[in-house]
């Protein structure tokens, strides 16, 4: 049996569709909604392309993609003709190299979050050639709601009720008076990160650059509002994908016998299924209870699916689930592609068992190491005795 890396290897860059990333199952292939929303038909293409080409798994991740998983070198060109012809991709390998733009996902067509969104997508070519990993959050709604979601750059609503431009890892950004005067900033921005030495740091967050002097941290962003609940919603319903996957059997059977006209994807796990009827049948598969413990844990796929994984997660999430009081990171190994945040407890694999740290990240010293499932369950038994 071939032997897991201790270490993982970071590649530094996020796989697209145009340049797919080799994994344990084959070939991951992201897809990347325009405005962060896929029409009916356009959903049940990628349900089509992923049974046909993939594996049939879709993933939808924490920076709202959508990715196929299990794809090969022989079906990948084919793949790639059917997602071009549906819109779901960009025609060329250079279009899709710009940066991540992320919105908020309860826009509405002509307000601030899309007007500001319209305007930066038309200016992209007039940014920089950026990092591989950096991000752009258009969030200009009365409260902001992707504050913990990763971005370099926000747009974002101030405390006062004023568009402002924030770099990400400063607590207070810039004001402006428009969505154009927004990009222009954001765009200037850009170019200030790449010419005071932000390509080396990778991330604007890791960038400790002094601000321009045209570019004043004085306001603070509003408090942070509520993401959309699973259930009803007034343009449809939000439904949750279990550990943020689902078969594309399950997401075609939610929209191709229901009034869905269109699925708007979140970086919270959930889509919300625009046009669908009130109080629609529940599908088996997906997640309807704002309570479910699987929407709050945070897992990596694993080890067969992934290369560097040397223990498989997403079986003992499922078992761990509701178990944990708190938050639950389960991770394949040191690498934590599932989340960068700190849980109540975490697992980190390696060399086929896992690590156990408690109020921590992946890279924080474990408290037990070398655990099987069964000594993880044995410790929560040991936990729940405790508190009796």
């Not at 170019?191 to 890791?206: D, E």
């Not at 938050?327 to 599932?338: I, M, N, Q, R």
Request: charged share 25%.
């Amino acid at each position: 049996m071939m032997t897991k890396p201790t270490r993982p290897r970071i590649k530094g860059w996020c796989p697209g569709a145009w340049r797919p990333m080799a994994t344990g199952d084959g070939m991951l292939v992201r897809v990347r909604p325009a405005l962060g929303q896929l029409s009916r038909d356009q959903m049940l293409a990628l349900c089509e392309a992923a049974e046909t080409f993939g594996s049939g798994l879709i993933e939808l991740t924490s920076r709202a993609n959508l990715q196929l998983r299990g794809v090969t070198e022989t079906t990948w060109p084919r793949l790639m003709a059917s997602l071009i012809e549906h819109g779901l991709v960009e025609p060329s390998a250079e279009l899709e190299r710009g940066p991540q733009c992320l919105l908020a996902p309860e826009w509405r067509p002509g307000d601030a979050t899309h007007e500001t969104a319209r305007m930066l997508l038309s200016r992209l070519d007039e940014l920089p050639a950026l990092p591989a990993k950096m991000g752009i959050a258009i969030d200009v709604g009365e409260a902001p709601v992707l504050q913990t979601t990763s971005a370099d750059f926000r747009i974002e609503r101030s405390a006062s009720g004023s568009l402002l431009v924030r770099a990400d890892g400063r607590a207070l950004g810039t004001p402006v008076g428009s969505p154009a005067a927004a990009v222009d900033h954001l765009i200037r921005m850009a170019h200030w990160f790449i010419a005071s030495g932000g390509g080396q740091a990778g991330r604007m967050r890791r960038h400790q650059a002094p601000l321009p002097s045209w570019a004043p941290a004085s306001d603070s962003p509003a408090e942070s509002g509520p993401r959309p609940a699973l259930g009803d919603h007034a343009r449809g319903r939000v439904v949750g994908l279990p550990f943020g996957r689902a078969p594309a059997s399950v997401l075609r059977a939610a929209i191709e016998t229901t009034t869905v006209t269109a699925v708007r994807v979140t970086p919270w796990r959930r889509l919300l299924l625009e046009g669908a009827e009130r109080q629609a049948t529940i599908v088996p598969g997906l997640l309807n209870d704002e309570r479910d413990p699987r929407l709050a844990t945070d897992v990596c796929p694993g080890a067969p699916y992934c290369e560097q994984a040397s223990v498989e997660t997403l079986g003992i999430a499922e078992r761990l689930s509701g178990r944990v009081e708190g938050s639950l990171h389960v991770s394949g190994c040191a690498k934590s592609c599932a989340s960068q945040r700190r849980a109540d407890m975490c697992l980190v694999g390696r060399a086929g068992r896992f690590d156990l740290i408690i109020a921590g990240r992946t890279d924080a010293t474990p408290v037990a190491s070398g655990l099987s499932e069964a000594d993880l369950l044995d410790y929560l038994e040991r936990i729940d005795a405790s508190r009796l």
